[in-house]
């Protein structure tokens, strides 16, 4: 997925319910109390790429998701703790890297079980990071555009996919339910109806990608 910003103005925020990538957006943009619209678009009125957040005045910068969430890391206030320093780049890249395409896969074709324990694995770098954390989030003692950021697929694990048992990635666990209880997350929690149509339209959305 491609995301679009620019720095220079205010921004919009074309938001897909079935994107993923959409909802760490939103909550980036909310934590960072960027100055943004947000439009909600149907899928089915847009191709897999749109999902954008651009300038008012079409000027736009063209960017990979993990380079977008770097940009907007840039645009936050100094008042707000949510810069990215080299280890935030490295989770993101093994995040898209590693964990993200076996998330899809499991997904994908309704919980295969060699899928999860691929997953799992994958996980267990993050639970590496926190053993090494100072605080209860990867930013620390507050959470940083990392934890916004991988928030809406960890959280999915035991919705979408088979739960992690309580041996499995325990501080990942006790984060997850950490993050459920941010303001951020709260004023962005999604209905049981709207759950059920991102699950919908990002299932069928990676169906289409494999076809």
Not at 1 to 16: G, R, W
Request: proline content about 5%; charged content about 20%.
């Amino acid at each position: 997925m491609e995301v679009i910003c620019n720095s220079a103005k205010p921004l919009q925020f074309y938001n897909q319910i079935g994107v993923l990538e959409c909802q760490s957006l939103k909550l980036i943009l909310s934590a960072g109390d960027l100055p943004h619209t947000t439009i909600d678009v149907r899928r089915s009125n847009c191709s897999q790429e749109s999902a954008l957040i651009k300038n008012s005045d079409e000027t736009t910068l063209i960017s990979t998701y993990k380079n977008a969430v770097i940009e907007l890391s840039s645009l936050m206030p100094e008042s707000i703790p949510l810069s990215i320093g080299d280890s935030d780049r490295q989770i993101l890249q093994h995040f898209i890297k590693h964990i993200q395409p076996h998330f899809e896969s499991t997904v994908l074709h309704s919980n295969p079980r060699e899928g999860y324990d691929l997953l799992v694995e994958s996980l267990a770098h993050l639970e590496n990071v926190f053993a090494r954390s100072a605080g209860s989030y990867f930013g620390g003692a507050q959470p940083n555009i990392v934890d916004f950021g991988l928030f809406p697929y960890i959280d999915k694990i035991g919705t979408w996919t088979h739960a992690l048992r309580p041996s499995e990635c325990s501080r990942l666990q006790t984060w997850v339910k950490t993050m459920r209880e941010h303001p951020v997350v709260v004023a962005s929690a999604l209905s049981e109806d709207e759950l059920k149509v991102q699950l919908e339209e990002y299932s069928r959305a990676l169906r289409d990608r494999s076809e």
